[in-house]
C-alpha cells in the first residue's frame, strides 16, 4: 500500500515553487545541446523528460527500473531481441497471447532462433533443458489458466534460462512476478494501467541491469519509441489503477460466482472460484483474483445476442478498461467453443451491471 501513496507522490520531492504538479507533457524532437559532453536529452529517440517521468512512476509501481514502449508488443519484442541470440530456444505459451506466437514464428525463427510451445498448465512441472528463455503469461489469455511461477522460476534458472513474464492480465498491483525470481516483466499498459481504451503503451522492468541496457538500447537503435503524450495519459491513468482494479476485481468476484449459478451459462472460468482449476496457486501467488471472466453460452448466436442486448458491455476486443467489455473469442480463431465469451470488467456499479447482465442471459 505504501507503493502506491509513494507512486501518488513521486514528483513532490522535486518539486520548486510554481512547478505543475501534474508532470509536464514535453512534445519535443530536440532539445538545447550547445555542449555535447555535459549529458542532459538532446534527441528524443534517445530519452525524453515525459518517459522519464512515466519511467520513474512505473519504477515504483514495479519496484525495479522501467524501459516504456509504444505498444505492449513493443515491449514483448524489445525484451525477446535483448535476451534471445542466433542459435539459441525459446519457450512460449501455447495458449497466451496469440501475437507473441506470431512474433517468434515470423521474425525469431528466421534469425535461427527455435521456439517451442507449452500449455501455461504444464510449465509449473516442464523440463527447460537446452532453453536460453522461458516466456510465461499467467492467469493465459483468454483461456485464465495458470502456472505456479516461483516453481517455473526455480526450473528454468536450473536449466540456466532467463524467464521472462508478461503480466498483462494481473499488473503489479495483482501480481508480482519480479519478486518470485523472474528476471523481466513485460506489459501492455495499452490495458488497466492506462485504462481507458485510448492508447497503446507497453514496458519492461527488471533488476538485471544487463538486461535492461540492453532493452533501453534496443528501443534506442530500433526506434520503437513511444510518444510524449501517450506516455504522459499512461501517467495519469496509473494515478488510480489501484482505486480502479479494487472495483474491478471485487465486482468479478460476485459476477462470477452468480454467472457460475445461472441456469442458462455453461463453464465458468475465473481464479476466484473455489472450484476453479486455478484456484489454489492463484491464491498462493496473485493478490487478487483479476476482473477477467470466461463463460461459455450455448452457441454463437446466444452469445451474440447477448453481447448485443446488454447495454453496460462494449463489444470490443482487449481488456481493462473502465467500461465493461466482452466478445467472442472464436471469432478470431481461438481454439474455444463458438459460445465462449472473455468478458472484462469494468469500474460500474457492481448491483446495476450484474442487473444488466443478468436481464440479456438466456433463461437457460
Ligand atoms: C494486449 C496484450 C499484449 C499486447 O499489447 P499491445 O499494446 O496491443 O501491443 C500482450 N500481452 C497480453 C497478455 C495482452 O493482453
Known amino acids: 500500500m505504501d507503493r502506491y501513496a509513494a507512486m501518488l507522490h513521486h514528483r513532490k520531492a522535486r518539486l520548486v515553487q510554481g512547478d505543475p504538479i501534474a508532470p509536464p507533457l514535453v512534445s519535443a524532437a530536440t532539445f538545447h545541446v550547445p555542449d555535447h559532453a555535459n549529458g542532459g536529452y538532446s534527441y ?3 530519452g525524453s523528460p ?12 514495479e ?5 516504456a514502449f509504444p505498444s505492449g508488443m513493443a515491449a514483448i519484442s524489445a525484451a525477446l531481441m535483448a535476451v534471445l541470440r542466433a542459435g539459441q530456444k525459446v519457450v ?4 497466451g497471447y496469440y501475437t507473441t506466437r506470431l512474433f517468434a514464428e515470423e521474425f525469431l525463427k528466421p534469425f535461427g532462433v527455435t521456439a517451442t510451445y507449452l500449455p501455461t498448465v504444464e510449465f509449473s512441472t516442464a523440463d527447460f533443458a537446452g532453453a536460453a528463455a522461458v516466456f510465461i503469461e499467467t492467469p493465459s489469455n483468454p483461456g485464465l489458466d495458470v502456472c505456479d511461477i516461483a516453481a517455473v522460476v526455480a526450473r528454468a534458472h536450473a536449466a540456466g534460462a532467463v524467464v521472462i513474464a508478461d503480466n498483462t492480465t494481473m499488473t503489479p498491483v495483482l501480481q508480482r512476478p519480479l519478486d518470485l525470481g ?8 495499452t490495458k488497466a494501467p492506462s485504462g481507458h481504451s485510448d492508447l497503446l503503451f507497453g514496458h519492461v ?7 535492461l541496457d540492453r532493452v533501453r538500447n534496443w528501443r534506442r537503435l530500433s526506434g520503437a519509441v513511444p510518444g510524449a503524450f501517450e506516455a504522459w495519459l499512461v501517467h495519469r491513468g496509473v494515478e488510480t489503477l489501484e482505486v480502479r482494479m479494487a472495483r474491478m476485481c471485487a465486482s468479478a468476484g460476485v459476477i462470477a460466482e452468480r454467472l457460475a449459478g445461472h441456469p442458462g451459462v455453461r463453464r465458468v472460468r475465473y481464479p476466484g472460484l473455489p472450484d476453479d482449476p486455478s484456484h489454489a496457486i492463484a491464491k498462493r501467488q496473485m493478490a487478487g483474483f483479476g476482473f477477467l471472466i470466461s463463460f461459455t453460452l450455448a452457441d454463437a448466436g446466444v452469445a451474440e445476442k447477448f453481447l448485443a442486448d446488454c447495454p453496460f458491455i462494449v463489444q470490443s476486443t482487449s481488456f481493462g478498461a473502465t467500461h465493461t467489455s466482452a466478445e467472442r473469442r472464436a471469432r478470431w480463431g481461438d ?30
Open 182 to 189: 523472474v528476471d523481466v516483466v513485460v506489459a501492455a499498459d
Open 92 to 95: 512460449l505459451p501455447s495458449d
Open 205 to 211: 522492468a527488471s533488476r538485471n541491469a544487463a538486461v
Open 63 to 67: 519496484d525495479a527500473p522501467v524501459v
Open 44 to 46: 528524443s529517440r534517445a
Open 335 to 364: 481454439m474455444v467453443p463458438e459460445g465462449f465469451i472473455r468478458m472484462s470488467v469494468g469500474i460500474e456499479p457492481t448491483e446495476p451491471l450484474w442487473a444488466a447482465i443478468a436481464a440479456a442471459l438466456p433463461e437457460n
Open 50 to 61: 515525459t518517459w522519464d517521468e512515466l519511467e520513474g512512476q512505473l519504477a515504483l509501481l
